[in-house]
């Protein structure tokens, strides 16, 4: 068992992204350390590699989505073992004992930790979490595919079947990257009359083969008005990583509709008071999950053959996959592999 890992760093305010060799994080009593097989890029992990925030600890190694093996197990930890295939995503860790915690929504604890800003993340051979920060996975499901629903697969699982739709309901999907196209495909798989929106006709095959009913191009109509011709969305999922387009969406939504954003910028969205009171609409946000749904995602992932479409890269070139993310490149999640990083 080596004792150093190769890790990805930014060591300045905005600086490069360079690898760096480091001893191993030994576990504390409630931690593990886990072998890191496969690393996603995330649009939140922009944020993270800019590392321009106030307080910021340097060295910065990004990264929440990681999927690896259980290296070493804290003494006081129960119920996982060396050799795990396990999980950690955008939820790191929580405090355990506030109200949201004890209450089960442990993502809105005050004190939740997310790799990569709490503690280095898993751009790296080796990552050390909280025990309470993993999720297993399952054995069906390559460690590649498995990164990614730490954060964009449980988000936009939850993202639809927390909304409350009626059964056989119109979902639409506006946005087709990486939340985009697996949102589409937990809405299609959960029984829903699914439209995706995109820009452009190329999008319209790619859509409907990931399992979408209908396909409206955003450049050629108003997605709004073009949902509400096909009878209006009881469901809209906004994965854009724009909140412009979101006013003008609201036209498409049916009486006592919902708009959940989970693509989200440092914008507002402009909604008018009338319609929605008129409407009975629901404006609202959602945020990731907890190692618990994120099991529930990749279970139902297995069963119904959901899965991100990812491009690998060699976790040294994690500077090129920033610049491939910030341009819009990839299609459609990029995922690190460390494993041949020196």
Known sequence: MSDTSVMMVVTEPEGPLHSSVAQTTAPTRKQVRVSVVASGVCNADLGTAAARGEGTAFPVTPGHEVAGVIAEVGVEVEGFSVGDRVAVGWFGGSCG?????????????????????????????????????LARIPDALDFFDAAPFGC?????????????????????????????????????????????IARGTERDKLARDLGAHHYIDGQAQAPGTALKELGGADLIVYTASTTTPADELLTGLKAHGQLTLVGVDAGTVTIPAARLVMNGHTVTG?????????????????????????????????????????????????VLDPADAA
């Open 97 to 133: 004992h506030c109200a949201y915690c004890r209450a089960g929504d442990v993502v809105h604890c005050s004190e939740r930790k997310i790799p990569g800003l709490s503690y280095p993340g898993g751009w790296a051979q080796s990552i050390t979490v909280p025990a309470d920060a």
């Open 152 to 196: 964009a697969g449980v988000t936009t699982f939850n993202a639809v079947r927390k909304a409350g739709i009626r059964a056989g309901g119109r979902v639409a999907v506006f946005g087709l990257g990486g939340l985009g196209h697996l949102a589409v495909q937990f809405a299609s798989r959960l029984g829903y009359e699914t439209i995706a």
């Open 286 to 334: 959602h945020l990731t999950g907890s190692p618990r749904e994120t099991e529930q995602a990749m279970a139902f992932a297995v069963t119904n053959d959901v899965r991100p479409m990812i491009e690998r890269m060699p976790v040294e070139q994690a500077g090129e996959a920033v610049a491939r993310l910030r341009s819009g490149a990839p299609r459609f999640r990029i």
